[in-house]
C-alpha cells in the first residue's frame, strides 16, 4: 500500500544500474525461499523463488543468490528501470506439517530508481 | 492467472462495529490467508485455512475471527473494530506449490 514503504531501508539507484537487495532470514531450517515485489497501492507480486539446494537462480533481469552459512539472501536486478520502483520482500518457508506452508516476511526494501 | 480479489479497495467503519473482509480466488486453491500490513512490522499471518471449513491461527488472531464455507472464499472478520486495527489487510491463496498470490489489499480505517 501506499503506507509500506514508510521506515524501511530505501536503496536508490539509476536507471540503467543494477541492483542489489538484500535479506537475512531466521532459520536454518527453512528450504525454499521467495522474492515478492509490492508496487504502491497493490499487493505483493511473485518475482522469483529459490531452493536451499541451490545456490543462484536466474530469471529474465533477475537472479537470486542464496547464502546458507549466513542465512542471507539477495536479489540482483539488471538494468534497473523505473517500473522496478517499488518494495522487496524475501521471504522463507516454513513447513507446517500435513497442511499447509507458512511464510514467514522480511519487512522489505525500498528501491527508489532514479530516472 | 491466478486472480485473488478482495471485496474492497478502501474501507472506514466505527469503533464498535462489526467488518467483514472478503476474499474471492478462482484457481482452486486449498490454501487461504490474511494478513495485516503495517509500516516498519511487515506482513503479519492473522489466519489460514488449508480446507474448507478448516482454519488455523497465524501469529496474531486476537481481535479477529474467519470463515471458509466454499473453497474459493475466505473471509475475515472483525467482531467489534477497534482503532487498533486500522491496516492494510491482505488475503492470499496458495495450491500444490509453495508460492501465495496476493489480493491487491483493502485498507481499513477505524475511527
Known amino acids: ?10 536503496l536508490s539507484v539509476q536507471e540503467g544500474d543494477n541492483s542489489i537487495i538484500n535479506c537475512a532470514y531466521s532459520n536454518s531450517a527453512s528450504d525454499y525461499f521467495i522474492w515478492y515485489k509490492q508496487e504502491s497501492g497493490k499487493g505483493p507480486q511473485f518475482i522469483i523463488d529459490i531452493r536451499s539446494n541451490m545456490d543462484k537462480r536466474q ?6 543468490l542464496l547464502n546458507k552459512t549466513v542465512k542471507h539472501l539477495s536479489l540482483q536486478i539488471a ?11 524475501c ?6 506439517g500435513g497442511a499447509t506452508n507458512k511464510l514467514i516476511f522480511g519487512t522489505g526494501t525500498l528501491l527508489a530508481v532514479q530516472p | 492467472d491466478v ?12 469503533t464498535g462495529e462489526k467488518v467483514f473482509l472478503e476474499c ?18 511487515g506482513l503479519r499471518l492473522i489466519y489460514f485455512s488449508y480446507d474448507v471449513k478448516m482454519k488455523e491461527k497465524g501469529d496474531i488472531p486476537e481481535g479477529y475471527s474467519v470463515s471458509r464455507e466454499k473453497k474459493e472464499r ?19 491463496s496458495s495450491g500444490d506449490r509453495y508460492e501465495q498470490y496476493f489480493g491487491p489489499g483493502t485498507r481499513l480505517t477505524v475511527t
Open chain 2, 74 to 92: 475466505f473471509s475475515l472478520i472483525l467482531e467489534s473494530a477497534s482503532t487498533n486495527q486500522t491496516s492494510m489487510y491482505l488475503c492470499a
Open chain 1, 91 to 96: 521471504a522463507e518457508i516454513l513447513y507446517y
Open chain 2, 3 to 14: 486472480k485473488v480479489t478482495q471485496s474492497s479497495r478502501y474501507l472506514v467503519k466505527r
Open chain 1, 1 to 10: 500500500g501506499e503506507s509500506v514503504g514508510l521506515h524501511l531501508p530505501t
Open chain 1, 79 to 89: 538494468a534497473t528501470q523505473p517500473g522496478d520502483s517499488a518494495v522487496y520482500f
Open chain 1, 59 to 64: 530469471g529474465q533481469r533477475v537472479t537470486v
Open chain 2, 24 to 41: 474471492v480466488q478462482d484457481m482452486d486453491h486449498e490454501n487461504m490467508f490474511w494478513y495485516r500490513q503495517d509500516p516498519g512490522l
